[in-house]
């Protein structure tokens, strides 16, 4: 199937699927999947790949196979440790 108009192919995407005889990288060939998500979600998703270097699916596969693991940003807001005031000088 040809990319849709506009859309860039990354040379990880069709290096996963088996096309012209090639090897799968994981056991067992990708398949095409449908998902639904926002145009803000998907932007999202096109960032995160871009910024690792990764095709959306691959980063999918990855988040999938738990290689990248995820944190809720609530969560890891409340992890985040808490500026000490006590040592500071009052004016």
């Given at each position: 199937?040809p990319?849709?108009?506009?859309?860039?192919l990354?040379p990880?995407?069709?290096?996963?699927?088996?096309?012209?005889?090639?090897?799968?990288?994981?056991?067992?060939?990708?398949?095409?999947?449908?998902?639904?998500?926002?145009?803000?979600?998907?932007?999202?998703?096109?960032?995160?790949?871009?910024?690792?270097?990764?095709?959306?699916?691959?980063?999918?596969?990855?988040?999938?196979?738990?290689?990248?693991?995820?944190?809720?940003?609530?969560?890891?807001?409340?992890?985040?440790?808490?500026?000490?005031?006590?040592?500071?000088?009052?004016?």
């Amino acid at each position: 199937m040809p990319p849709s108009k506009g859309t860039q192919l990354h040379p990880n995407s069709l290096a996963n699927l088996k096309l012209g005889g090639g090897e799968p990288r994981y056991e067992e060939p990708k398949k095409q999947r449908n998902i639904q998500v926002t145009s803000a979600g998907w932007e999202g998703f096109r960032a995160i790949a871009k910024e690792r270097g990764l095709s959306l699916s691959e980063l999918i596969e990855q988040i999938g196979r738990r290689k990248i693991t995820l944190t809720d940003a609530e969560e890891q807001s409340r992890k985040q440790p808490t500026a000490n005031l006590s040592g500071m000088a009052r004016l």
